[in-house]
């Protein structure tokens, strides 16, 4: 086991956390007696050696053969010779992924030395193992001929049928690094042979080994691909080494076939099913299809409508919370969600969501006043299912069916405003926690003048250190308060004030003089340039700030696209200089002509349709971009549905206002 561990000058050799001359005794933790140190100590090695991946170290080079050894080892504990050969896989897709200059020289002729004592692991008498070098075979960058033939004998030795699902796979990635010709040819024909296979499972395997040299096979397979996604042998995937995932896992691992918006196999998928799992699944997929392709909802829709009455409250609950993100587009089933208003059932989840705050936030995205007495009892104090903090998803995972923040929800509703803000107020005096007081003020400040009602709660709220600032913010937007909030801004506004420059521009947007404002902002400003929030500050003063216009110009060239856009929007505000201006936000905006979307863009396509005619060519260059089917978002699960709507009501503003 450990001929030859002793010669090699560990001290010499880095991992991921410096010298490498703690591995030798990790490795013989590795085999000790002791499982769960064994266990361990595998882990270890997979934090030094492998940690987040990124290159591959001297310590892999030099350890690999006895990681290879271990895997092998009947002597050693099944859970870390699991540990060990996936730590192989790991390292040998990573070298296959990595240009040169992050690869150890080494590891080449390591791996070399290694692949036989690989090819062995096929034959390994626990299938655990069989699957791992079957995975390790298909990532690695081995050419096709010196695999090929092992897997090909073993698929016809193998019996268990989770690792005959690792060896089509397996079978299918080494064909693909082999130059056409008999080895290649023969382990292609056995794929296509296996597209009738009597085992759904291999089918579906098959499919899938073949489909990267065959865009269209999936196209054409879709009935067997449905068949088998279905199937209740699919649970069969859990145990393979490759794909380890289950019903959810699978629908999304197979979709991923498809390219473009078609919808027949997630149409085929939500097809009623008696499996819970399956009708769950079959909608977190059509959560991910309907956040890349607008054009999928006109045919899912009446799909998602009809789960609504599903027995299983969690498939209530996900397909109530799709039509929530689809929102106007959903508005026609209005009537189906209201009927849920009254079911109270959870979700088996930690935040304990129910179907009805999904019902609730799905008609408030359809701007339907159903919603309006459920949302201000929850304000009263109900414990509730809505998010207690703001949430971000990564938008390359499946759909995240998850409720948003109840100011958030609130905010789809300006129409509404004036019968909500009373029940805000007692929010207000309720809960004097400082999120719930900035998010309340931030969504009193975005209703304007509709919202003039929470004045008198607002004003106290003035005269606290800890609550001003919001409470300004928030008089600002509704754009009314007395002569005593005018004065105690002021007051707040002199030399030396925190956030001086903040109560002198709301005591000039109450009416006051503009002047203690321009002198604020001079003093936040510095030889670095101006806060980003004292840049909106200008822009708001418009002319009477004309003063800052060398500074402003200076930083229409700025590298962070958030300081070039104020900046931009700032300098038009205060000159009325386009010549500038609009390159600047243009530069910041061009990338949705490729169809990518960045949160920093919203905020110019706005400024640019207020800009006008002057930015026509903009206009011109983003005019395709409404045509796009694909979404316009950078943000995961609901977001990136809003997001997409509004970036493309801005465009509509600019095209219309550069008509």
């Known amino acids: 086991m450990w001929e030859g561990l002793d010669a090699v000058d560990w001290a010499a050799l880095e991992h991921s956390y410096g010298s490498a001359e703690d591995v030798p005794a990790l490795l013989r933790r590795c085999a000790g007696g002791d499982p769960e140190d064994a266990d361990d100590a595998a882990f270890e090695l997979v934090i030094r050696i492998f940690h987040q991946g990124g290159w591959i170290c001297s310590a892999a080079s030099a350890a690999l053969p006895f990681l290879v050894r271990l895997a092998g080892s009947p002597e050693v504990p099944l859970p870390t010779r699991r540990e060990v050969t996936e730590l192989v896989w790991s390292l040998a897709a990573e070298a296959g992924r990595l240009t040169e200059r992050f690869v150890d020289p080494g590891w080449q002729s390591a791996w070399e030395e290694a692949l036989p004592k690989v090819l062995v692991l096929l034959t390994d008498s626990v299938p655990e193992i069989r699957r791992g070098a079957a995975h390790v075979l298909g990532v690695c960058e081995s050419p096709g001929e010196l695999v090929l033939p092992a897997l090909v004998r073993c698929w016809h030795a193998e019996a268990d049928p989770a690792t005959r699902l690792d060896l089509v796979l397996a079978l299918g990635r080494a064909a693909g690094r082999e130059p056409a010709g008999a080895r290649a040819g023969e382990a292609l ?18 499919v899938h080994a073949l489909a990267p040299a065959d865009l269209n096979l999936a196209v054409r397979q879709v009935g067997l691909l449905l068949e088998a996604v279905r199937d209740p042998s699919v649970e069969l995937w859990r145990h393979t080494s490759l794909v380890s995932t289950g019903v959810k896992g699978v629908h999304r691992w197979t979709a991923a076939l498809f390219t473009g918006p078609s919808p027949t196999f997630t149409l085929g998928l939500l097809e009623d099913h008696p499996d819970v799992d399956q ?41 109530a919370e799709l039509l929530a993100c689809l929102g106007p587009a959903a508005a026609a089933h209005a009537d189906e969600v209201a009927v849920l208003l009254g079911d109270t059932t959870a979700r088996d989840t930690g935040e304990r969501a129910t179907v009805a705050e999904a019902a609730l936030w799905a008609l408030a995205r359809m701007n339907d006043p159903r919603c309006l007495p459920g949302l201000i009892e929850l304000m009263a104090g109900t414990r509730s299912g809505f998010a207690r903090s703001a949430l971000h998803h990564d938008p390359d995972r499946l759909h995240d069916a998850v409720l948003p923040m109840l100011h958030e929800v609130l905010g789809h509703l300006p129409d509404h405003a004036e019968l909500l803000v009373p029940a805000i107020g007692e929010w207000l005096d309720a809960d004097t926690s400082d999120h719930v007081l900035n998010y309340l003020c931030r969504l009193l400040a975005d209703w ?201 009501a801005a465009l509509e503003e600019l095209l219309a206002a550069c008509d």
């Open 448 to 648: 304007g003048p509709a919202a003039k009602a929470a004045v008198p709660r607002l004003l106290p709220l003035l005269e606290d250190d800890r609550t001003w600032t919001a409470a300004a913010n928030a008089l600002a937007g509704i754009g009314t308060a007395g002569d005593g909030a005018r004065d105690l801004l002021l007051a707040r506004s002199g030399s030396g004030e925190p956030r001086a420059e903040v109560a002198a521009w709301v005591y000039w947007k109450l009416g006051g003089e503009p002047g203690p404002a321009l002198e604020a902002v001079g003093g936040v400003a510095t030889g670095a340039g101006i806060p980003r929030p004292a840049l909106r500050i200008l822009a708001d003063l418009g002319p009477h700030a004309a003063r800052y216009a060398d500074q402003l110009r200076a930083m229409t060239a700025d590298n962070d696209p958030w300081t070039r856009v104020e900046a931009a929007h700032a300098l038009w505000a205060t000159t009325g200089d386009t010549g500038t201006t609009v390159p600047a936000m243009t530069s910041a905006v061009q990338g949705l002509a490729e169809g990518t979307c960045l949160p920093v863009m919203l905020p110019a396509v706005r400024y640019l349709a207020r800009i006008g005619h002057a930015a026509r060519p903009t206009a011109q260059l983003l005019r395709d971009v409404l045509s796009r089917d694909q979404r316009l978002r950078c943000y995961g699960g609901w977001r990136g549905f809003v997001q997409d709507e509004a970036i493309r």
């Open 189 to 206: 024909e056995l794929l296509h042979r296996l597209l009738d296979a009597p085992e759904a499972q291999i089918r579906l395997a098959a």
């Open 279 to 319: 009708r769950v699944a079959a909608l977190a997929q059509a959560g991910g299809l309907l956040a890349r392709w607008r054009s999928a909802s006109t045919a899912l829709l009446p799909a998602l409508s009809a789960r609504l009455d599903d027995p299983a409250p969690e498939v209530r609950f996900r397909a």
